[in-house]
């Protein structure tokens, strides 16, 4: 167990939809990262939040969105969905500025249908 | 922005023998963290090794270990003694403090008894 968690794990929705991704990460870690893996696909970042700020924005659609909250924890909100953002969706975080990894939680599972 | 190369997409190795997967990098960075991800068919990401930049002594970990080469921007995974569980998804990642972790392609690794 990473300490990561990501709810749900599967969502099945429809074309047109709009659905959120929870990310509650571990404890102590102030940054979170958002990645999208399709099927047989490598992972493609999509968003990084440090202390509630976005951090770093990498292939993110507009149609997508993301906050962390003062919890830490954090929403990936994706909106007007086709079927090619199918896909598994994963939370990581980390303990920025100190030497370690990200951690990533299961993943969730989204397909549009 | 940093880039991340895997230029095998798949590799197979007979049990108990030695294989290497590559991996490059591109990055103006002077210090940096390397890393070597696992995704069994589970899906759940498994860190596998680190290394940081600064260090010139290559990481090991049990029977992975890593060939670190700064100035050619390298940074391979040894994986002797091969095991059936080696069988995985394995992506090299690359990250600078604080910042995002940006991951290559993947190498797909079959190990067959």
């Known amino acids: 167990d990473s300490g990561v968690t990501q709810t749900p794990k599967h969502l099945i929705t429809a074309t047109g939809q709009r659905v959120t991704l929870r990310c509650s990460p571990r404890?102590?870690?102030?940054?979170v990262y958002w990645y999208q893996q399709s099927l047989d696909q490598g992972l493609q970042f999509l968003i990084q939040?440090?202390?509630?700020?976005?951090?770093a924005k990498g292939n993110i659609l507009e149609r997508f969105s993301a906050q962390q909250f003062p919890d830490l924890h954090s929403e990936l909100n994706l909106s007007s969905l086709e079927l090619g953002d199918s896909a598994l969706y994963f939370c990581a975080s980390s303990v920025v500025g100190v030497w370690t990894e990200a951690f990533f939680g299961q993943g969730t599972r989204l397909t549009v249908v | 922005a940093q880039t991340v190369t895997q230029s095998q997409p798949e590799m197979s190795v007979q049990e108990a023998e030695t294989v290497t997967l590559s991996c490059t990098y591109d990055?103006?960075?002077?210090?940096?963290?390397l890393f070597w991800y696992k995704q069994p068919p589970s899906r759940q990401m498994i860190l596998v090794i680190r290394?940081?930049?600064?260090?010139?002594q290559n990481a090991t970990e049990n029977r992975f270990s890593v060939n670190f080469q700064k100035a050619a921007k390298s940074f391979s995974l040894k994986i002797s003694d091969s095991q059936l569980g080696d069988t995985a998804m394995y992506f090299c990642a690359f990250m600078k403090g604080g910042n995002d972790m940006r991951f290559g392609a993947g190498t797909r690794l079959t190990v067959k008894p």
């Open positions: 990055t103006s960075e002077s210090n940096y963290y």
């Open positions: 290394q940081e930049a600064y260090k010139q």
């Open positions: 404890s102590g870690d102030l940054s």
């Open positions: 939040y440090y202390n509630g700020e976005e951090r």
